[in-house]
Structure formats: structure tokens, C-alpha cells
């Protein structure tokens, strides 16, 4: 068990719908991640928060963000889903360099 | 732009028969290069982190070593628990991790 804890493990819906993913990271840790993994892609990183400022960026499309809240836990917004955006979402957290990762949550677009 | 490939993609060992994981990273400066294990419809679970060239890092059946260009994830005497892909990721400077495409390692009994 890592210490990050995210809901819901599974998620099903419509294309064109609006999600929400929420993490939760171990005790101390101020960096929170967000990453995709498909099949045929990787690991691939979405954006980072560092204490509620948003500390990177990556390949996050328009249509999903983020934020960080002052309680450190962290929310990622997907919205006007597509088929494609099915995937394991996972969040990761750190307190210095190695990153934590949680149990990740399934999204379906059906 | 960084860069990451992992060797061999799939690897299917008899128990107890060792081998090795290669990963090969390009970085303009590595802060550290990280190892994960990972199992099916699983988050990655932390391993190892590696700094510099020459250091070496153990934990049970697994040793990582690293030089300036590539690390090897040693695995001695698998057992079937020790299925499951692992992946490589770099971070140079404050840039995010770069994870390679894992190795797919199978141990049959």
C-alpha cells in the first residue's frame, strides 16, 4: 500500500459526459501527479500540482484540468469525453524526487 | 527531450532462471533514474531510485545497476510472484518523469 488512495477504482460512462477523478496523496506529500496509461501509450504525464500551484504541465488536453485543493488533495477534471479517452487514470505523490503512486482509477467511454 | 527504451518488450523465464532488463535513457542532466514493478490494472509500485553512474541497489531477487547511458534490472533465481511488467522512468532537472514502455517479464513454473 502506497498511502495514495483514489476513487472511484471504476468508472463507466457516455462520450460527451464530464468526470471527476479524486486522489488523495500519502501524508506529507505536497506534489501531487497525474498520469494516463492506454495500451498502446505508457505511462504519460498530465500535470503536477505542488502545494495548490500548478508546478508542470504535459500532454493534458483542453478539455481535462486540474487543481489542487488546500487540503493537498487533488482532483482531475475530464470533460466532453470521447472513446479514446478511455484509460487507467493513476495519481502520484511525492515529498522529494520518488513519486508514490496510487491504485488508479478505470475509465470506460462507452 | 528526454528519452527512454526499455529491452527486451516481452521476457518468459523458466523459475529460477536469471536474467536482465536493459533500459537506455537519453537526459541532457539525470537527477535520477527510477525503477517500478507493476501488475495488471495496478498502479506502479516503487523499486528503486539510482543517482549516479556505478551505484547499485538490491532488494531481494532484484539488483539495478546504472552507467551514464543505460541501467540493467537484474533479476536472480525468479519465481512466478516475480511476473509483472516493469518499468523505467528518468527525471533531469525539474522535469516530470519519462517512463519507458516496460518490460513484460513472465516466470513459469
Known amino acids: 500500500d502506497s498511502g495514495v488512495t483514489q476513487t472511484p477504482k471504476h468508472l463507466i460512462t457516455a462520450t460527451g459526459q464530464r468526470v471527476t477523478l479524486r486522489c488523495s496523496p500519502r501524508?506529507?506529500?505536497?506534489?501531487v501527479y497525474w498520469y494516463q496509461q492506454s495500451l498502446d501509450q505508457g505511462l504519460q504525464f498530465l500535470i503536477q500540482?505542488?502545494?495548490?500551484?500548478?508546478?508542470a504541465k504535459g500532454n493534458i488536453l483542453e478539455r481535462f484540468s486540474a487543481q489542487q485543493f488546500p487540503d493537498l488533495h487533488s482532483e482531475l477534471n475530464l470533460s466532453s469525453l470521447e472513446l479514446g479517452d478511455s484509460a487507467l487514470y493513476f495519481c502520484?505523490?511525492?515529498?522529494?524526487?520518488?513519486?508514490?503512486f496510487g491504485p488508479g482509477t478505470r475509465l470506460l467511454v462507452l | 527531450e528526454d528519452q527512454v527504451t526499455q529491452s527486451p518488450e516481452a521476457l518468459r523465464l523458466q523459475e529460477g532462471e536469471s536474467s536482465s532488463l536493459n533500459c537506455s535513457y537519453t537526459v541532457s542532466g539525470l537527477r535520477g533514474l527510477f525503477w517500478y514493478r507493476q501488475d495488471p490494472g495496478k498502479g506502479p509500485e516503487f523499486l528503486f531510485t539510482l543517482y549516479s553512474a556505478g551505484e547499485e541497489k538490491e532488494k531481494e531477487r532484484l539488483k539495478a545497476t546504472l552507467t551514464k547511458k543505460e541501467s540493467f534490472l537484474h533479476i536472480t533465481a525468479p519465481k512466478p510472484e516475480d511476473s509483472a511488467t516493469y518499468l523505467c522512468?528518468?527525471?533531469?532537472?525539474?522535469?516530470?518523469?519519462?517512463f519507458g514502455k516496460g518490460t513484460r517479464l513472465s516466470v513459469i513454473a
Open positions: 502520484a505523490s511525492s515529498g522529494d524526487e520518488t513519486q508514490y
Open positions: 500540482y505542488y502545494n495548490g500551484e500548478e508546478r
Open positions: 501524508s506529507g506529500d505536497l506534489s
Open positions: 522512468a528518468v527525471q533531469s532537472g525539474n522535469t516530470p518523469l519519462v
